[in-house]
């Protein structure tokens, strides 16, 4: 997989926010209007030594057609990331309007040896990642490359495999504040 510099190094040519008279209005216009744009909420799975692992995502995004991809902005300490880096595939769960009551489950970690999926209905992709058979729709991913954007890491992954899950409207998120989950 293509990289670029190690996102764990520190960045000297990161642009900080603009200070201009007045900066705490300005930071707050940028914060506002950052909150302002719409994404899905998903839930990314993957299987690492046998165990289902996932995480709660809200910067996903197609980004390519012919192969079709997507881009998934992630904390480079997160376990996804490393899991990329080994070549296993993940799957992108795209939640649903009904699906609100998962966000708090999926929002941290499951603990090693808890199924984070326990008493949900799944079903095993081709790859034999865990989907949720309940979502708006999944995708199967083989990540192609990563670059640094500030705090996080861009995957643009190829998508190998879905289905499109449900006939429900797909989960849209929009936050109060840009510069913070």
């Given at each position: ?5 190690d996102p ?17 209005a300005a ?155």
């Amino acid at each position: 997989m293509a990289t670029s510099p190690d996102p764990a190094a520190p960045r000297t040519d990161s642009p900080s926010l603009p200070q201009p008279a007045g900066a705490p209005a300005a930071v707050e216009g940028i914060a506002t209007a950052l909150g302002r744009i719409p994404s899905g909420l998903f839930v990314i799975s993957w299987r690492h030594d046998g165990v289902d692992r996932t995480m709660l995502a809200s910067w996903v995004m197609q980004a390519g057609f012919s192969p079709p991809a997507v881009s998934v902005a992630v904390a480079p300490t997160r376990e996804l990331v490393a899991a990329i880096d080994r070549g296993i595939p993940f799957v992108v769960n795209i939640l649903g309007e009904s699906q609100r009551g998962l966000l708090s489950r999926f929002g941290k970690p499951a603990n090693l040896g808890e199924d984070p999926f326990a008493g949900l209905d799944t079903l095993r992709t081709p790859g034999g990642t865990a989907a949720l058979a309940a979502a708006a729709g999944w995708i199967e991913c083989r990540g192609t490359g990563r670059a640094a954007a500030g705090d996080h890491l861009v995957v643009v992954a190829e998508v190998v495999g879905g289905d499109s899950g449900s006939a429900g409207q797909p989960l849209v998120h929009v936050r109060k504040n840009g510069l913070r989950y």
